[in-house]
């Protein structure tokens, strides 16, 4: 694998073929001090498809997911959405970060919280007008939060604020959208809900990545995974890249073979 | 006198000042919101204290080429670089060394205010006379305010509320989540140090009415006494201006009524009444409310455990639950129901059945989740749900509320 990154390296898009990847990375490595979180990762994600990051705790999936965005610098790597710099095409990316990353407390509504999905149409003083609120409406009737609009987001259990979170992704209109465990922690009906909109959108022809903690699920979800330890394990569709070899090769000793032996058993 | 005061008759410098303090309550009020959203209060005690370095450079410079040493403009443009070097050195132990914010904070703070203070003895030991009032700026002093301080109070004040309603979106998105801010493109850093460049405005502009060392209790406190009546971030943004502008002039009023009362001290001991009215009354997370919720709680709690034990025919040992019962009119006083007791206890018991049916079905998994013990069957199930499982249960169907 690291001949073909070094082989990939320097490469242009381009000459890849990849200029209609959504999300293409080559070579990307992030470190928070002296110890790589992501070690030289390439992937190249499928248009239309729904794609799952799969790792053990702490192999760098989320990592992976805000490194992509620029929300943690890299120290080496190039990242390039639908062919093109990042920050051409960020109006088409939507980000559902993890629930843990804010404060629940803060003083704002489920209403508000969608419409910050619309900051770019809304710009510095563009006035909230009703067609803005009928389309944050409409994003939290598609996730089923509808009956809490003006509800303190504080109130809302944990997979109601997920959802508020889905909703603000959807209100951007996008085309790829990054999840970052949206199911951890929720309800079997968010769950539900969730899959539900992703789905959906994959319908649609949009394109979804999700950081997945969940194994059993995966064959259910997802049609496209990418198993992460530091460095890429494994990528491709859920039945070439999804076997018992890859999960051992990815997460070693931590997953119990019974588990593995299960997962096998299910993919058939 | 304090009537006088509040109606601005009380002489040209007494209004002056309480206009003054008024502009610089709303614009303290509404910018020092978003460092308190964004949960950096303590920058603006860091700015503030960085100030007096550049007071007292500014002045020895002015004195040096033979101006005059108190010409405010000069004194603020020097405090407001000594502001920004301090901000900058903060920004930087927090970036690049492994200095959390709060340390960062402290050192920043005790340098440049130690510093300043050197500083200030060197002025005072020059002798020259012309410093008066430079330790005005220390807790503020608005004995000789001039028309054209009230101007540059009233200016910077205003400038400063228009930059924080033109970032007040971005503002807000990173103070909530600064990682969607970021995904979203919005420069973050820059974002932030533009807030705290607003709150060293205000700082700057508010030295000679509050002082440098309380000029932290108007940027935060107004935000903290508005956070108590709403959910909303902009009407925290709106009710903080009010209440630090109310404090300003209240404030400044107040010290006008009477001889040697200090103006900032006294505005912030205003805006502190506010806050301490607000921490016990606010309707939902006041003090007083949260206890009376507590209250209520309580008793529905004793209340229901209480109809459950009537109902099984166990004795009640709780005197507050007996309390209860008997006041709500269900139980005698020797812990014997009343009618009305024994009709609520069965209920209650075929209630309690009610839901172990719904905890035990597979199919009911997302109801079961929403007990508690005290919720009604009756608010998370159809009454023909409800009609279902007392088909399981059996026995009289009497007690259907």
């Given at each position: 694998?690291?001949?073909?990154?070094?082989?990939?390296?320097?490469?242009?898009?381009?000459?890849?073929?990849?200029?209609?990847?959504?999300?293409?990375?080559?070579?990307?490595?992030?470190?928070?001090?002296?110890?790589?979180?992501?070690?030289?990762?390439?992937?190249?994600?499928?248009?239309?498809?729904?794609?799952?990051?799969?790792?053990?705790?702490?192999?760098?999936?989320?990592?992976?997911?805000?490194?992509?965005?620029?929300?943690?610098?890299?120290?080496?790597?190039?990242?390039?959405?639908?062919?093109?710099?990042?920050?051409?095409?960020?109006?088409?990316?939507?980000?559902?970060?993890?629930?843990?990353?804010?404060?629940?407390?803060?003083?704002?509504?489920?209403?508000?919280?969608?419409?910050?999905?619309?900051?770019?149409?809304?710009?510095?003083?563009?006035?909230?007008?009703?067609?803005?609120?009928?389309?944050?409406?409409?994003?939290?009737?598609?996730?089923?939060?509808?009956?809490f609009v003006d509800r303190q987001i504080g109130q809302l259990s944990g997979g109601q604020q997920q959802r508020v979170f889905l909703a603000r992704a959807l209100a951007q209109g996008a085309d790829l959208y990054l999840l970052d465990e949206p199911f951890a922690g929720v309800d079997a009906a968010t769950e539900k809900a969730i899959i539900a909109v992703l789905k959906a959108?994959?319908?649609?022809?949009?394109?979804?990545?999700v950081v997945h903690h969940d194994l059993a699920t995966v064959t259910d979800y997802f049609d496209h995974v990418f198993l992460i330890n530091t460095s890429k394990v494994a990528e491709g569709p859920v039945e070439q890249a999804f076997t018992a070899e890859t999960l051992q090769a990815a997460y070693g000793g931590r997953l119990a073979t019974a588990q593995i032996d299960q997962?096998?058993?299910?993919?058939? | 006198?304090?009537?006088?005061?509040?109606?601005?008759?009380?002489?040209?410098?007494?209004?002056?000042?309480?206009?003054?303090?008024?502009?610089?309550?709303?614009?303290?009020?509404?910018?020092?919101?978003?460092?308190?959203?964004?949960?950096?209060?303590?920058?603006?005690?860091?700015?503030?204290?960085?100030?007096?370095?550049?007071?007292?450079?500014?002045?020895?410079?002015?004195?040096?080429?033979?101006?005059?040493?108190?010409?405010?403009?000069?004194?603020?443009a020097g405090s407001a670089l000594s502001a920004w070097v301090g901000l900058l050195c903060m920004n930087w132990l927090t970036h690049h060394t492994r200095l959390a914010e709060d340390a960062a904070i402290g050192a920043v703070l005790s340098v440049f205010f130690g510093f300043g203070i050197v500083l200030l003895t060197v002025i005072q030991t020059m002798g020259v006379g012309?410093?008066?009032?430079?330790?005005?700026?220390?807790?503020?002093?608005?004995?000789?305010?001039?028309?054209?301080?009230?101007?540059?109070?009233?200016?910077?004040?205003?400038?400063?509320?228009?930059?924080?309603?033109?970032?007040?979106?971005?503002?807000?998105?990173?103070?909530?989540?600064?990682?969607?801010?970021?995904?979203?493109?919005?420069?973050?850093?820059?974002?932030?140090?533009?807030?705290?460049?607003?709150?060293?405005?205000?700082?700057?502009?508010?030295?000679?009415?509050?002082?440098?060392?309380?000029?932290?209790?108007?940027?935060?406190?107004?935000?903290?006494?508005?956070?108590?009546?709403?959910?909303?971030?902009?009407?925290?943004?709106?009710?903080?201006?009010?209440?630090?502008?109310?404090?300003?002039?209240?404030?400044?009023?107040?010290?006008?009524?009477?001889?040697?009362?200090?103006?900032?001290?006294?505005?912030?001991?205003?805006?502190?009444?506010?806050?301490?009215?607000?921490?016990?009354?606010?309707?939902?997370?006041?003090?007083?409310?949260?206890?009376?919720?507590?209250?209520?709680?309580?008793?529905?709690?004793?209340?229901?455990?209480?109809?459950?034990?009537?109902?099984?025919?166990?004795?009640?040992?709780?005197?507050?639950?007996?309390?209860?019962?008997?006041?709500?009119?269900?139980?005698?006083?020797?812990?014997?129901?009343?009618?009305?007791?024994?009709?609520?206890?069965?209920?209650?018991?075929?209630?309690?059945?009610?839901?172990?049916?719904?905890?035990?079905?597979?199919?009911?998994?997302?109801?079961?989740?929403?007990?508690?013990?005290?919720?009604?069957?009756?608010?998370?199930?159809?009454?023909?749900?409800?009609?279902?499982?007392?088909?399981?249960?059996?026995?009289?169907?009497?007690?259907?509320?």
């Amino acid at each position: 694998m690291t001949l073909e990154l070094a082989a990939n390296h320097g490469v242009s898009v381009q000459e890849n073929g990849l200029g209609s990847s959504p999300l293409a990375i080559r070579g990307l490595t992030v470190s928070y001090g002296q110890k790589p979180a992501v070690f030289s990762v390439d992937i190249t994600v499928q248009p239309g498809a729904m794609t799952a990051i799969i790792g053990p705790n702490g192999a760098g999936k989320s990592t992976l997911l805000k490194a992509a965005l620029g929300i943690v610098p890299a120290l080496s790597g190039q990242v390039t959405v639908y062919g093109d710099a990042l920050e051409k095409q960020r109006a088409r990316i939507a980000y559902v970060p993890q629930r843990a990353s804010v404060d629940w407390d803060f003083p704002t509504r489920v209403i508000d919280v969608v419409l910050m999905g619309l900051s770019r149409e809304l710009g510095l003083l563009g006035r909230i007008r009703g067609r803005h609120r009928a389309r944050a409406m409409d994003c939290l009737n598609r996730v089923g939060m509808r009956d809490f609009v003006d509800r303190q987001i504080g109130q809302l259990s944990g997979g109601q604020q997920q959802r508020v979170f889905l909703a603000r992704a959807l209100a951007q209109g996008a085309d790829l959208y990054l999840l970052d465990e949206p199911f951890a922690g929720v309800d079997a009906a968010t769950e539900k809900a969730i899959i539900a909109v992703l789905k959906a959108l994959k319908e649609a022809g949009k394109t979804v990545v999700v950081v997945h903690h969940d194994l059993a699920t995966v064959t259910d979800y997802f049609d496209h995974v990418f198993l992460i330890n530091t460095s890429k394990v494994a990528e491709g569709p859920v039945e070439q890249a999804f076997t018992a070899e890859t999960l051992q090769a990815a997460y070693g000793g931590r997953l119990a073979t019974a588990q593995i032996d299960q997962i096998s058993r299910a993919l058939g | 006198m304090f009537w006088d005061a509040l109606t601005l008759q009380l002489g040209y410098n007494a209004s002056l000042v309480a206009i003054g303090a008024a502009l610089l309550g709303v614009s303290a009020g509404v910018t020092g919101t978003f460092l308190f959203l964004r949960k950096r209060a303590l920058v603006s005690d860091a700015i503030s204290h960085a100030t007096l370095p550049g007071v007292c450079l500014a002045f020895m410079l002015l004195v040096a080429f033979g101006g005059d040493g108190r010409n405010l403009l000069g004194l603020l443009a020097g405090s407001a670089l000594s502001a920004w070097v301090g901000l900058l050195c903060m920004n930087w132990l927090t970036h690049h060394t492994r200095l959390a914010e709060d340390a960062a904070i402290g050192a920043v703070l005790s340098v440049f205010f130690g510093f300043g203070i050197v500083l200030l003895t060197v002025i005072q030991t020059m002798g020259v006379g012309r410093q008066a009032g430079l330790e005005g700026f220390l807790l503020g002093s608005t004995a000789g305010m001039l028309w054209a301080d009230a101007l540059v109070i009233a200016l910077g004040g205003a400038a400063t509320l228009v930059l924080v309603m033109i970032l007040r979106r971005p503002m807000t998105m990173v103070a909530f989540d600064p990682e969607y801010a970021a995904a979203r493109g919005l420069p973050v850093h820059r974002i932030d140090l533009a807030m705290m460049g607003l709150v060293m405005a205000v700082t700057v502009v508010g030295l000679k009415i509050v002082g440098l060392i309380l000029i932290v209790a108007l940027l935060i406190i107004p935000a903290v006494t508005a956070r108590f009546w709403t959910e909303r971030s902009d009407r925290v943004v709106l009710l903080a201006g009010i209440a630090g502008g109310v404090s300003g002039y209240v404030g400044a009023a107040l010290s006008a009524s009477a001889p040697n009362l200090p103006t900032g001290p006294i505005i912030v001991l205003v805006s502190f009444a506010l806050f301490a009215l607000s921490l016990l009354l606010a309707p939902v997370r006041g003090v007083l409310a949260a206890v009376l919720r507590h209250l209520r709680f309580q008793r529905r709690v004793h209340i229901r455990q209480g109809l459950l034990a009537l109902a099984q025919g166990q004795k009640i040992y709780e005197p507050l639950t007996l309390r209860l019962l008997k006041r709500a009119g269900l139980a005698r006083a020797d812990g014997v129901a009343t009618e009305a007791g024994k009709a609520r206890a069965a209920k209650a018991l075929r209630d309690e059945k009610r839901w172990e049916i719904v905890r035990a079905d597979q199919a009911h998994e997302a109801t079961a989740a929403l007990y508690h013990g005290l919720r009604d069957i009756e608010t998370v199930l159809t009454r023909d749900q409800i009609a279902e499982i007392d088909r399981q249960i059996g026995g009289p169907q009497g007690v259907m509320a």
